[in-house]
């Protein structure tokens, strides 16, 4: 089944331990992306990967880190994590530029 | 990207067609209209996309006017399970891919 898995699905932490959401996807997709989804903000784009090595800055970067080493996995990386980066992150992939977005089922965190 | 406006929420009967409409009078002759939705927290789900003709697929039909300002959605025959946020987004096809989520439109089917 083609699908986007990301991993934790739930993850509370504490301020400024470093933690690593994971996203895999089974579709050979070039592009990826990281968003996170909070209430009255709507959607927000973070980082996104165009292909292998190849990332770029979204919207609000700060305080994240993103790699591609692989084509199927691109995780997101919070070095320090703080209250502020609460929030629901959805990983997605798509075959290109024109194409339909795949997302994963969604990572809720919560740091205190 | 132009900016699109949908009214916050709509209701349905079961086994009726849903008809989402959505504004998007600032768009530009480079940008698609795409269409996902979002059932609870889960995570968003495409719809359907199009450029100036209308567009039909398993799932939906995207009816675009002719000045390309505006668009409706529709769900030829909706469920229960339909019911979700419905986004429209107006976007440049670009390396970003960039979605930009409004506030959509709260869809309840009712049996």
């Known amino acids: 089944e083609a699908q986007v898995t990301q991993n934790p699905r739930y993850l509370i932490t504490v301020t400024g331990k470093k933690l690593t959401v994971t996203c895999s996807q089974n579709?050979?997709?070039?592009?990826m992306s990281w968003y996170r989804q909070d209430p009255g903000l709507g959607l927000r784009q973070i980082y996104y990967?165009?292909?292998?090595?190849?990332?770029d800055k979204g919207d609000v970067p700060e305080g994240y880190k993103v790699s591609r080493k692989e084509k199927r996995n691109f995780p997101l990386i919070l070095e320090s994590p703080s209250p502020n980066q609460t929030s629901l992150y959805f990983c997605?992939?798509?075959?290109?530029?024109?194409?339909?977005?795949?997302f994963g089922p969604g990572t809720r965190l919560t740091v205190t | 990207d132009a900016k699109t406006t949908q009214p916050p929420s709509m209701d349905c009967a079961e086994g009726r067609a849903a008809n989402l409409p959505c504004n998007h009078s600032?768009?530009?002759?480079?940008?698609?209209v795409y269409w996902y939705r979002q059932i609870h927290s889960q995570g968003p789900q495409y719809i359907i996309h199009?450029?100036?003709n209308n567009e039909t697929n398993e799932m939906a039909s995207l009816i675009i006017t002719e000045d390309r300002k505006s668009s409706t959605l529709i769900l030829p025959h909706a469920t229960l399970r339909d019911t979700a946020v419905y986004y429209c987004?107006?976007?440049?096809?670009?390396?970003?891919?960039?979605?930009?989520f409004g506030q959509g439109t709260r869809l309840t089917i009712n049996p």
């Open positions: 600032t768009i530009s002759g480079n940008e698609y």
């Open positions: 990967s165009m292909n292998v090595e190849v990332t």
């Open positions: 997605a992939s798509s075959r290109g530029t024109l194409y339909e977005q795949y």
């Open positions: 579709m050979n997709h070039e592009y």
């Open positions: 987004i107006v976007r440049v096809v670009s390396g970003a891919q960039k979605l930009v």
């Open positions: 199009g450029l100036k």
